[in-house]
Every structure is written in C-alpha cells, then in structure tokens.
C-alpha cells in the first residue's frame, strides 16, 4: 500500500517512528491527528468518522517441521500449549488470545517473546514452535511451505483494520486518496495501523502535496519491519 500511494504521490516525504496506539488516538481527538488505521476490535466513537473496516483473520500458524504432529486435524488449545510459544508483545491480538485462555482458566508462558513480527516468523522458520499472527503477515510463508496453519477447536478470531477521522477534521483528498488505497489492497506488507495528521497548505490541483510525514510505530507485532502504525503528519 505504501509503496503504490508513494508511486503516486511522490513528493510525499516518510518518517518512521515507534508509540502507542492509545496516546496517538488521543492526539487525533486534541486534533493533533487527522487519521487513525488501527487493526482491533470494532471501534466506535460519536467524534470519529470510520471510513473503512475491514475483517481480518488471526491464526495459529506452526514451524513445517511440525507437519507431522499438527497438520491435517483440529486440535484443542491444551494440545496446542504443550508446544513453544512464539508470541508477540501484549498487542490488540495477543490481548484477544489470553482473554479467550483466561475465559478456560488457561495461562500461556511464550519460550520467545519479541514485539518484531519479522523476527519472530524467522524463528518459525528455522525453529520448532508455534505462534498468533495476523493471516496477512503468515500468508506467504504458508503458501510456500515455510510455515503450516493450524486448525484449534473453538478458537476461531477475527479483529478489523480500521481507518477513522475526527468528525472536526477537514479531509484533504491525499488522506482520501490512501485511504481508496488500502481499501482496495491486500496488505502483503505488515503494516496494521496507520495515523495520519493534516497536510498544511496543500496544492489544491493536484495529490502530490507539499512535506507530509509518515510515522510508523509499532504495536508490539507485525511489520515487515516491525507491527506497527503509519502516521502523516505536517
């Protein structure tokens, strides 16, 4: 997504950062933000405007190495935990999967806990484990046989990719454009949550705007990168 709205608007400068996505929802509502794309449960607010939602599946995904033990049936969570955990940080999903444990008087201890998705899909791939991601971050790697999914019993989860306005906000039509952008794409890239602030004396003929900062930070999760949030900013 990012590289086809930079093939468009290319004089729109990147910077990448790393925060919460609570402290930087806050700074949309003081009007320090335009935009947020968050990867959550459904969110809503009288002073948003949600401008897309979109479902997108978390699943357990395993090292190929486990095939033969894991693959081609449905397991039970308590089969699933006698495996080594590769897990996030405590992000939106992470946050999902111990609520739906706790809800079974289940606790889970990760053996590697990293807030880089990138690193801990490459520990999957050369180690025995198992872990929680988004299914776009996994895709690939199930696709080509790096990695298995794995099918558990009563465990199915879903969040939604988000992108909302503050209802105040004058919205330029490079925020309008990014967000056509990511409502089309499939994200290939991992990259869940974007925040976007104004863009200050805009060229009203044309996208390819003055200096916007984009702002990447990372929800302790996916990114190619790192998991995180994309924020444009003057």
Known sequence: ???????????VTIRITVGEPEELIEQMER???DMIYVLDEPLYSNNWHKL???????????????????SGRELTIEELLEQPFFLTEQDNYRR???????ARSTILTPSLECGDTSLLIRMLEVDRGVSF??????ESGVQQGRL??????DCYISLYRQIFCHKEKWRTREMDEFVRVADKLVFKLLLPCFLFTKVADMDKDSFYAQDVTVVLFALAAVLAVSF???LICT
């Open 148 to 153: 298995i999914r794995l099918s558990v019993e």
């Open 1 to 11: 997504v990012l590289h086809l709205y930079r093939k468009y608007n290319p004089k």
């Open 52 to 70: 897309m939602e979109q479902r997108e599946e978390i699943v357990f995904v395993a090292s190929a190495s486990l095939s033969g033990e894991l």
């Open 133 to 138: 991601l988004p299914w776009y971050a996994v």
């Open 96 to 102: 999902v999967l111990n609520r739906r444990l706790a």
């Open 31 to 33: 009007g320090e933000l």
């Open 228 to 230: 995180g949030t994309l």
